[in-house]
């Protein structure tokens, strides 16, 4: 057990790696386990992509650490114009930072700068970080929030259509969600006091449920007539995730604020703020900055990263992933009650697991788990408010074999566990 390292962090697993290519990590004994987290969605390139690490190594033979208030290197613009090209329509300009966590808080203050209004609306289930106001902004579970009261004010919650749980059809889920937003608006927040509306795509901790197109739809157009910022948070969903560059390109929606993260840099620290130059141009020049923001080696992460990413058949190939893994994953719910459901967007995949009444079973989907670690050497976590969804964030570049392989590993779980 460590000694010197606070033990505040969960821990997946005991595991003790010693490194990592592709979709396998390897141990310290030399056991080798198929990773199907990707690090929490981050590396969709696969562990240490030999592009990756091959620019990260020249710059840090070039430059490590220049602070963008200081002087400037000749990565940020590069970077800068690679990410516009690849953007929705609209966003132009970025600002860099660390983290998920970090880059909302920024989006959430440039919303207030821009428009000049106090408030903003998450949705339920969503998770947007664990600093204090994006905890306040999370609500997919309450241990990300539990003990840290009281959270910064100005955070309104509205529902989101998750027809799993609500056994609705989607439309009606839809319908409801869109009229309790327009209550939201006339009874809590008024429009004229809401900045930005921000919504993840697919909801992550929430239980990696797709939003449906309408409600996004709905949504943006509500925030056009308001003059409201649509706030994309594609810090788990960009990058090929869902098969497409961004979730929001499945959708034909064109953000006015987009937060990005994760995938970003194939496990650098690197996140991202997107937008138009008229809306970053209403940012006052010194409100908001950090020390490492456009680290030129995350920097030179990213490049390579999007280098990969655009250059090969790599956005097809995440789309082909998905669509096996899900088409495996359905072919054992016919077989297996204890999947309640699958659901998927692209390569993030999710199973719900359910007991014989078709409620969360957040003790099977733990035992699951166990199974697939120890006796398959398949890495797998979960999500969702109960803790009863397995979700599947494979790297993009897993193999078909290793595919096959989980899902056989899943089976064998579920008769193990039965």
């Given amino acids: 057990m460590d000694t010197h390292l606070s033990q505040v962090w969960f821990e997946l697993t005991d595991l003790q790696v010693a490194h990592g290519a592709g979709a396998v990590i390897t141990t310290v004994d030399g056991t080798d386990y198929l990773d199907l987290t990707s690090g929490i969605g981050v590396v969709n390139t696969g562990h240490c992509h030999p592009r990756v690490v091959e620019a990260i190594r020249e710059q840090a033979g070039r430059f490590i650490h220049a602070q963008v208030n200081c002087y400037r290197h000749d990565l940020l613009e590069p970077l800068a114009q690679r990410l516009a090209e690849i953007s929705p329509p609209g966003i132009e300009q970025f600002f860099f930072a660390n983290s998920g966590a970090e880059a909302t808080e920024a989006a959430v203050k440039l919303a207030k700068q821009a428009t000049g209004r106090p408030n903003v609306v998450v949705f339920q289930g969503s998770f947007h970080g664990r600093t204090h106001l994006t905890m306040a902004m999370t609500t997919s579970k309450t241990v990300f929030r539990a003990g840290h009261a009281p959270l910064p004010s100005g955070v309104f919650v509205a529902p989101f259509p998750v027809t799993f749980l609500t056994a609705e059809d989607e439309d009606v889920a839809i319908d409801r969600c869109l009229r309790e937003f327009d209550l939201l608006l006339a009874t809590q927040t008024a429009p004229s006091e809401t900045a930005a509306v921000m919504i993840e795509p697919v909801l992550g901790e929430g239980g990696y449920v797709p939003a449906p197109r309408r409600f996004l739809h709905g949504l943006a157009e509500r925030c056009a007539q308001h003059g409201i910022l649509f706030v994309a948070d594609e810090v788990q969903t960009g990058f090929g995730r869902t098969g497409r560059m961004f979730a929001t390109d499945h959708h034909d929606l064109t953000p006015d604020v987009v937060v990005l993260a994760k995938g970003i840099a194939s496990g650098f620290p690197m996140s991202a703020v997107g937008a138009?130059?008229?809306?970053?141009?209403?940012?006052?020049?010194?409100?908001?900055?950090?020390?490492?923001?456009?680290?030129?080696?995350?920097?030179?992460?990213?490049?390579?990263?999007?280098?990969?990413?655009?250059?090969?058949?790599?956005?097809?190939?995440?789309?082909?992933?998905?669509?096996?893994?899900?088409?495996?994953?359905?072919e054992i719910a016919t077989r297996f009650r204890a999947i309640g459901e699958n659901r998927n967007l692209g390569a993030m995949l999710a199973s719900e697991i359910v007991d014989d009444e078709g409620c969360p079973d957040p003790a099977r989907t733990a035992a699951i788990m166990r199974h697939l670690l120890v006796e398959e050497h398949v890495v797998v976590m979960s999500c969702g408010p109960y803790g009863s969804t397995l979700r599947w964030i494979p790297p993009l570049v897993i193999s078909d074999e290793q595919i096959d392989h989980a899902l056989a590993s899943l089976d064998r779980a579920l008769i193990a566990t039965a």
């Fill in 276 to 330: 138009s130059a008229d809306l970053m141009n209403r940012w006052p020049v010194g409100s908001h900055g950090g020390t490492y923001g456009g680290n030129p080696m995350a920097c030179a992460a990213a490049l390579a990263t999007l280098d990969i990413m655009t250059e090969t058949e790599f956005l097809p190939r995440a789309a082909e992933v998905g669509a096996r893994f899900r088409t495996g994953l359905d």
